[in-house]
């Protein structure tokens, strides 16, 4: 008798050993009690008049529109990024499988990643859409290689989607080696980089049904499983309307928000938070400095009056040497959006021109004559190009010919 409860001792010890990897690593585990987060009383304690003083090693808030910065903390630099990887891997998954209703068959190697799971084992059969619920809400590592395996045939296949994808999107400091993001020292981001990597992600209807649903009904073999989003932000704060958790020990707690209140839209991304207190603090700090500080300002319609202002003032200057007509009109580039996120106390923006008056003729259609500097908060925002309107001709040997008869005809009408 004594000898079988050695045993058990010995057999429930192995198995806490083996327990132990996957618990000290798992990525969005389940929090214990006491890393509960109540998220309302952290909004009514926020203070959000000025900076925020944050936990979190690098964040960011950019505005969806412009990805103007509107919060910025180590924002460019480059860290571990945990399951936020997700972010890149179900977009991935949308733009590659036509068909989110395929049935995907789970291969060993998904079936044995540990972390966080949506509970699938080898040969289990689940859709490409049911994958993807278990991708977003419940952070299944397993879901991320059994997707990577679908599309890309292997997850270092898949990665070279994921990383062709980010140079695509300008993402030079971002670069991926798996689907799940379980710590990796070649796989990283910045705060920047992975706001503009969900800002495209968000122009995806479907990925915004995904990362927008709190609770979901999964099949695997037919049989139904109740799933929900670890996104604690997620139908608890104003405007929020996604987007994803992440933890392993190289990356602490991350998440990154999507909220949106009247006409102001926001990303808004925390990277190494100590805890999942400090990274909803952290996230709520933000978002509320940004929403109680910044409006949106229509900027066209007082580009365009200045424009009109500066042409009415300057046109007459512009001399085209060797021309036959001299009346020269321009145009100013298109404006890459007609609305900025400024500062609540700021009524107005400036303008700064420069421009070139001298040419010599024949002078083109689009050819370009100056800049315009769009100024808010005494910083230049982005700067605009204007043009030629239309090409004026230099004067021909026939047309001298002409002015100086012209001229020779009026000098003698004059003397007689």
């Known amino acids: 008798m004594f000898f079988s409860k050695k045993i058990i001792c010995f057999i429930v010890l192995l198995s806490l050993i083996a327990i132990l990897p996957t618990c000290c690593f798992a990525d969005d585990y389940i929090e214990p009690i006491d890393d509960f987060v109540d998220v309302n009383s952290i909004v009514t304690s926020s203070s959000v008049s000025s900076l925020p003083n944050i936990n979190s090693r690098s964040a960011v808030v950019i505005e969806r529109s412009t990805g103007a910065i509107l919060f910025g903390k180590n924002e460019l630099d480059v860290r571990k990024m945990a399951s936020t990887t997700k972010i890149m891997t179900a977009i991935i998954v949308l733009e590659n499988e036509p068909n989110l209703s395929n049935t995907v068959t789970v291969s060993s190697k998904a079936a044995r990643i540990h972390g966080s799971r949506l509970g699938l084992s080898t040969n289990c059969k689940v859709t490409v859409n049911d994958l993807l619920y278990g991708l977003m809400l419940c952070s299944g590592n397993d879901a991320a290689i059994a997707l990577a395996e679908h599309i890309g045939g292997s997850v270092e296949n898949f ?34 980089e992975l706001a503009l990597l969900t800002n495209y992600a968000l122009e995806n209807e479907t990925f915004r049904t995904l990362v927008g649903t709190s609770n979901y009904t999964v099949y695997i073999n037919g049989s139904p499983k109740n799933i929900h989003s670890t996104n604690e932000l997620l139908g608890n704060l104003n405007g929020v309307y996604g987007v994803k958790t992440g933890f392993t020990n190289g990356a602490n707690r991350c998440l990154v928000s999507s909220c949106k209140r009247g006409d102001l839209d926001v990303i808004c991304v925390v990277l190494g938070a100590d805890t999942k207190k400090f990274r909803t603090q952290d996230s709520v700090k933000i978002i509320e400095y940004a929403f109680s500080n910044f409006k949106m300002m229509n900027i066209k319609e007082p580009i365009m009056n200045d424009f009109q202002i500066w042409k009415n003032d300057n046109l007459h200057k512009f001399n085209i040497d060797k021309c036959i007509n001299s009346s020269v009109d321009v145009y100013l580039s298109e404006l890459p959006y007609d609305y900025y996120p400024v500062n609540k106390n700021i009524d107005n923006i400036y303008t700064d021109f420069t421009a070139t008056f001298n040419f010599e003729a024949p002078f083109y259609k689009d ?22 309107l239309y090409t004026i001709e230099k004067r021909s040997i026939s047309d001298y010919f002409n002015m100086f008869f012209s001229n020779y005809i009026n000098y003698f009408e004059d003397i007689i």
Do not use: R, W
């Open 159 to 192: 990665a070279n989607l994921m990383n062709q994808k980010a140079e695509l999107l300008g993402l030079s400091n971002t670069n991926f080696v798996t689907p799940h993001g379980l710590d990796d020292d070649e796989h990283h981001t910045t705060a920047y």
């Open 367 to 388: 050819c370009k004559v100056g800049t315009v500097d769009i100024i808010v908060d005494n910083k230049i925002i982005f700067s605009l190009d204007f043009y030629n």
